[in-house]
Antibody, heavy 124, light 113 residues
């Protein structure tokens, strides 16, 4: 059964770059044609979709974060990654990785599979 | 961006009673070519990731108890829990996947009265 697990820096200084990785286990990141998303939740606030990446490397970023976001995929390690530059306290959040859903050849971005999330705090 | 607005922000319901959460989108999430509403519901408990309950506005995810149901079309949607159980205490979110960026409602906190 496919599982996702986030890892990375739990504490980042303001203006630096947040780096997270999502390990995919129990299946290949390249099978099934899925896209892989990052979603975050600041403390006490709602959920914000950050963007997605396909195993091909094709990406789509939320325009609100696009200038600071870079996603990548490492097929050899069966993982995908998020980098968020120039962070501030507003980027403090629990970050989740998640997978989209597919019906036939089509992708639909509701999320049935999530990692457990990792808290990233931005503080000096 | 499509703005998703949930009501109420919080709700207290007695065990065994019905709970109703509403979600309104700033534009229709009904895709005319397939007559599907691109709307999902999630349950979120502390320390856990959100759990998908409903997609296509009314299709229950596998394994979700049938006391959970979704309804609505276009811009107005409802999540109903027919008989509240203690384990249903959580924050519930709606999400549109009609257009990027995919957006969530602000959440509705459901508690036991």
């Amino acid at each position: 059964q496919l599982q996702l697990q986030e890892s990375g820096s739990g504490l980042v200084k303001p203006s630096q770059t947040l780096s997270l990785t999502c390990d995919v286990s129990g299946g290949s990141i390249s099978s099934g044609g899925y896209s892989w998303s990052w979603i975050r939740q600041p403390p006490g606030k709602g959920l914000e979709w950050i963007g997605y990446i396909y195993h091909s490397g094709d990406t789509y970023y939320n325009p609100s974060l696009k200038s600071r976001v870079t996603m990548s995929v490492d097929m050899s390690k069966n993982q995908f990654s998020l980098k968020l530059s120039s962070v501030s306290a507003a980027d403090t959040a629990v970050y989740y990785c998640a997978r989209d859903s597919r019906h036939g050849y089509n992708s639909y971005w509701y999320f049935g599979l999530w990692g457990r999330g990792t808290l990233v705090s931005v503080s000096s | 961006d499509i703005v998703m607005t949930q009501s109420p922000d919080s709700l207290a319901v007695s065990l065994g009673e019905r709970a109703t959460i509403n979600c309104k989108s700033s534009q229709s999430v009904l895709y005319n070519s397939n007559t599907k509403n691109y709307l999902a519901w999630y349950q979120h408990k502390p320390g856990l990731p959100p759990k998908l309950l409903i997609y296509w506005a009314s299709t229950r995810e596998s394994g979700v108890p049938d006391r959970f149901s979704g309804s609505g079309s276009g811009t107005d949607f409802t999540l109903t829990i027919s008989s509240l159980q203690a384990e249903d205490v959580a924050v519930y979110y709606c999400q549109q996947y009609y257009s990027v960026p995919y957006t969530f409602g602000q959440g509705t906190k459901l508690e036991i009265k």
